[in-house]
């Protein structure tokens, strides 16, 4: 009997040593995840997405042909691949924005997106498809407008000549640039008068006849770099199709070289008055 309560007395300690061992290491363990939990220094606040601009990823077409298609040119594609068929070749000074990315045998293909509505959107017959041994990315707000009116508290204006074909940027008393532009053909004159910037885009697909402006066709994907100040689509953007800049040229829009249309872009905001005189 004696020996009985030894036993049972023996393993009702082994028991009780084993709970406080138990014990003791779920303390730890809770020490070390406080200790992990608990930085030693201030931690730096978090900056809320919601507070900052959203960015769309675009490309840039580069290493491709001239205006007038000198050169060998990169192509849309129907698929993400050589083998694809072309849809069209793409000139220098092309923007895009991108939809999604596909990797290929090592090699980045970008599927074409748009910003806004396609005018004749059965022009599109398939996805759109580019090399990436082509493009430049970049990001952008893309797609900005405010038609509240101009912000007459900026000292920024665009003074645009059409006897001149001449466009100058000011800030101020200060000239932040000038050059050569293409206004409107006869047919297709620019507006003249007092506007402001309504709407940015670092691309437009460009379709034409437009009802009321021009009844040519035109198929332009990827005009780079518009400052729309007009509610009937005119606009400041790049030409990557032709080099008349100096003369008139274009079907009502103002057109720079690529490259001055995308200075002008990154320092033009919403709001600045556009003024367009003979």
């Not at 206004?183 to 691309?203: H, S």
């Not at 103002?254 to 001055?260: I, T």
Request: aromatic letters at 14%; charged letters at 15%; one cysteine or more.
């Amino acid at each position: 009997m004696n020996n009985d309560r030894g036993y049972w007395g023996l393993w009702l300690g082994g028991i009780v040593c084993v709970l406080l061992v138990l014990f003791a290491v779920l303390v730890w363990q809770a020490a070390l995840h406080y200790q992990a939990k608990t930085p030693s220094t201030p931690q730096v606040p978090v900056v809320a997405s919601s507070s900052l601009p959203i960015l769309y990823e675009y490309i840039e077409i580069t290493g491709s042909c001239g205006p007038y298609f000198d050169g060998a040119c990169a192509n849309l594609r129907t698929g993400p691949g050589r083998q694809f068929a072309a849809v069209s070749p793409l000139r220098n000074g092309v923007v895009l924005k991108v939809a999604s990315t596909t990797v290929v045998d090592g090699h980045t293909w970008y599927r074409v997106g748009f910003d806004g509505d396609i005018r004749y959107p059965e022009r599109v017959k398939s996805g759109w498809y580019v090399s990436g041994d082509y493009a430049r990315v970049f990001y952008d707000r893309g797609y900005v407008e405010d038609v509240s009116g101009r912000d007459a508290t900026t000292t920024k204006r665009i003074v645009i000549n059409i006897t001149t074909e001449t466009l100058t940027a000011y800030d101020g008393t200060t000239t932040f640039m000038t050059g050569p532009i293409s206004t409107g053909l006869q047919l297709t004159p620019t507006p003249l008068g007092k506007f402001y910037i309504k709407r940015k885009m670092p691309d437009s697909y460009m379709q034409g006849p437009v009802p009321g402006i021009s009844d040519q066709y035109y198929d332009l994907p990827g005009v780079p770099w518009d400052l729309y100040f007009t509610d009937q689509g005119a606009a400041i953007h790049g030409a990557y199709w032709h080099n008349h800049f100096g003369e008139p040229w274009s079907h009502g829009c103002v057109n720079l070289s690529p490259e001055q249309a995308k200075e002008l872009y990154g320092w033009a905001d919403l709001g600045v008055p556009v003024v367009v005189e003979r």
